[in-house]
T-cell receptor
Framework: SQTIHQWPATLVQPVGSPLSLECTVE??????LYWYRQAAGRGLQLLFY??????ISSEVPQNLSASRPQDRQFILSSKKLLLSDSGFYLC?????????????FGSGTQLSVL | GENVEQHPSTLSVQEGDSAVIKCTYS??????FPWYKQELGKRPQLIID?????GEKKDQRIAVTLNKTAKHFSLHITETQPEDSAVYFC??????????FGKGTRLHILP
């Protein structure tokens, strides 16, 4: 069966520090991968999505970036965090065939920028 | 791009009563409309979805209706139970791999 791993679960970082959140999927190949941010009152905001290695679509202009160095690995990064980057970050995947368009979320990372 | 509006932001209903959450979308090319439930401290999980070629879909106490002309869709929960308390998200997609969510509805089931 397919599983998605996301880490770390919680992170406290000072303003101006770098960020790296990692997500990996097991049990499937060529998944679509997504990064969402959940902030109070703003629902699930799509940040990036990827349909293949090296293919990244950005939805929100910001100081965050994403990379997909391997088929089942998705990384969210920042060179310098802002206070406004605080939030709950969720990685998700969707597959092919019967699971097409059905999102499966990771357990999330609670990021606090101080 | 697609924009999904969801109402209400908070909803309280007596246990046993029905709950209705409504969403509108802007992109007429959207053809897939899922609903996700997020319990406190947990990840969102798909509970029901509907495609644009049908107007209604039901799964036990949960149903979703879609009006493509008006570009709105709704989630209906009947005979609500305490375990229905959660945040519910609607979403829309036109099949280009991008899924856009509404801001969520916090549903409280009152004893």
């Amino acid at each position: 069966s397919q599983t998605i791993h996301q880490w770390p679960a919680t992170l406290v970082q000072p303003v101006g520090s770098p960020l790296s959140l990692e997500c990996t999927v097991e049990g499937t190949s060529n998944p679509n991968l997504y990064w969402y941010r959940q902030a109070a009152g703003r629902g699930l905001q799509l940040l990036f999505y990827s349909v293949g290695i090296g293919q990244i679509s950005s939805e929100v202009p910001q100081n965050l970036s994403a990379s997909r160095p391997q088929d089942r690995q998705f990384i969210l990064s920042s060179k310098k965090l802002l206070l406004s980057d605080s939030g709950f970050y969720l990685c998700a995947w969707s597959g092919q065939g019967a699971t097409y368009e059905k999102l499966f979320f990771g357990s999330g990372t609670q990021l606090s920028v101080l | 791009g697609e924009n999904v509006e969801q109402h209400p932001s908070t909803l309280s209903v007596q246990e046993g009563d029905s709950a209705v959450i409504k969403c509108t979308y802007s992109d007429s090319a959207s053809n897939y409309f899922p609903w996700y439930k997020q319990e406190l401290g947990k990840r969102p999980q798909l509970i029901i979805d509907i495609r644009s070629n049908v107007g209604e879909k039901k799964d036990q106490r949960i149903a979703v209706t879609l009006n493509k002309t008006a570009k709105h869709f709704s989630l209906h929960i009947t005979e609500t139970q305490p375990e229905d308390s959660a945040v519910y998200f609607c979403a829309a997609s036109r099949g280009d791999d991008k899924i856009i969510f509404g801001k969520g509805t916090r549903l409280h089931i009152l004893p």
